[in-house]
């Protein structure tokens, strides 16, 4: 009797080692699975931008399995040894080229710093698909166009949005009033008219949308009422 149960814990140990075996591979598959898209999302903004001074120099990839991204220039890990991005800090390294698409990969992504650069074009239409979770967001001293999109408001986490000094033009959402976390924001020194959100939780002041020519509302001028 005594046998039989000792075979019996002896399988019990056996199963419950291969299970916790087990669990333990598919962590690691999954932690070098996240670790893998964020070295891809890097491979594929270095790509997309201009570096005429060589600043992604450090962004080294030829040996993937064992290169740590945390220690890469303007990159800054949750953990440095599972290589899953916090934030991306590219200010005034010269970089030119559009808002980097491939920043979709990095799936942990708290915080964006493209300011001053030679970032042209317009921010994309389906922003909140590729930096949803993102708490601050700082795209300003670019050569940024087009309108601000609808989309922004979708980014429900941002505690602080620079637009600021680009050749932004057309309205400002007043969606964007939504984002009920937003502590900074900041429009000025573009081509916006219209009235200005109101945000619940922030106090923004008129210095965040000076330079602007039409704008009205909030710490402005009041908007003129228009005639039926």
Known sequence: MVGVSMRILSGFGAYSGFITILAWLLLTESFG?????????????????????????SWDFSNNSRTSICKFIGIECWHQDDNRILNIRLSDMGLKGGFPQGIVGCKSLTGLDLSRNNIRGNIPNNVSKLIGFVTSLDLSYNQLSGEIPVDLANCSFLNVLRLDSNHLTGQIPLQLSQLTRLKTFSVANNRLSGQVPTFANANIPAESYANNSGLCGGPLSPCRKVEG
Do not use: M, T
């Open 33 to 57: 699975s996240f670790a893998q898209n964020d070295v891809d999302c890097l491979r594929a903004i270095k790509s997309s931008l201009e570096d005429p001074l060589g600043y992604l120099g």
